[in-house]
């Protein structure tokens, strides 16, 4: 059986913060495939190569297995793999080569099935901040669709059906200059802007929680002012990324923002919360197959991050994340548990496995019937 540590290891070495090493990576994954006699596709998408590829028969139910090569930057070091333990440590081990490693080889475990037809589309720009213009809204908007989605962000193996929204604007705040020798006769832009972020925090939408989360994430991402080290500044700007709750409207987060003195507000980014039910068969069917690898129950969780399930989601297919264990994503001591690649390979195998006993079920009457949608969206 192929190791997907060893698989994860390789991917890992590739530093996919960057164009040339993405397109050597999305290779080295075509070629592995492709090895194992599985066909590829590969087409660009702002010339970054988009991979997909798919076994078993055209006419039966159908599992999207949607991964991402690329990764945040990371320093040098971080792209030689180790292992401490059970952690194999690197950029992009827990987000997301360990998971997409586990899911190319489930992806070939699943090659010799006749009754489900699994879907591999692996992009490269899920870390982009141009939400606008992803590979996976492009392909889905052209017809690649399925009838139920994973994509394999981490979760610690739990099942993620929900994920806040991304809100995320531009604030430009005014100020007055004067000599830095005399700060009192002028107005710092800097100094008020750390003032419009805490008070940002402190608004009405920044309170409320919802079932899963116990509030909205506020992060300042950007902040830059002034021109001079002896001039009090005139202007700054920062960039503030809004997490926001299932069931919140955008709209009125702005608003309450814009209605502040002296602030100009752009939104910049947006991505709309993700709710898919628990009672769906495919999330059922999944919950199972977990708690059969895992020997204990599975967990439904809600995620702070987003993802490209939301792609998925807003095309009428339930999409959840699921991924492996581990901790550090988009920091230094990035890593994921080696024992749960094994398990995550398993349960996602085990899952396509068992699937068509749930749908049957399903339409016996005999399970929950499925509802999934989007909330959210800007006024």
Known sequence: MVDERALAERLITYDTSRAEELAAAAAFVRGWLEARDIEVREQTHNGLPVLSAEVGPADAPTVILHGHLDVVPGLEQQYVPRAEGDRLIGRGAYDMKGGLAAMMCALKDCAAQQRVRV??????????????????DELVAGGFRGDFAITGEPTNLHIGVQ??????????????SAHGSTPWLGDSAVLKAIDVYRRIESLPFSRESSELFDRPSINLG???????????????????????????????????????????VEQTLTRPPAHVSRTNPYVRALRDAIARTLDDEAVSIGRDGASDAVSFLAAGIPAVEF?????????????????????????????????????????????????????????
């Not at 994920?163 to 007055?176: E, F, N, S, T």
Request: proline share 5%.
């Open 119 to 136: 879907r591999f589309l692996c992009v490269p720009d899920e870390e982009s901040e141009d939400v606008d213009a992803r590979s996976t």
């Open 163 to 176: 994920a806040k929204g991304v809100l995320a604007m531009r604030i430009d705040v005014a100020g007055r």
């Open 222 to 264: 950007r902040i830059a002012g002034g021109d001079a080290f002896n001039k009090v500044p005139d202007h700054c700007e920062m960039v503030v990324d809004v997490r926001y709750l299932p069931g919140q409207d955008p709209g009125a987060i702005l608003a309450q923002i814009r209605a502040m003195d002296d602030v100009t």
């Open 323 to 379: 991924g492996p264990s581990g901790a550090g994503h988009h920091g230094p001591d990035e890593w994921v548990s080696i024992a749960s690649l094994t398990r995550y390979r398993e349960a996602l195998a085990d899952f396509v496995r068992t699937l068509p006993e749930w749908l049957a079920r399903d339409r016996n009457g005999e399970s929950g019937g499925g509802l999934h949608a989007i909330e959210g969206g800007l006024a």
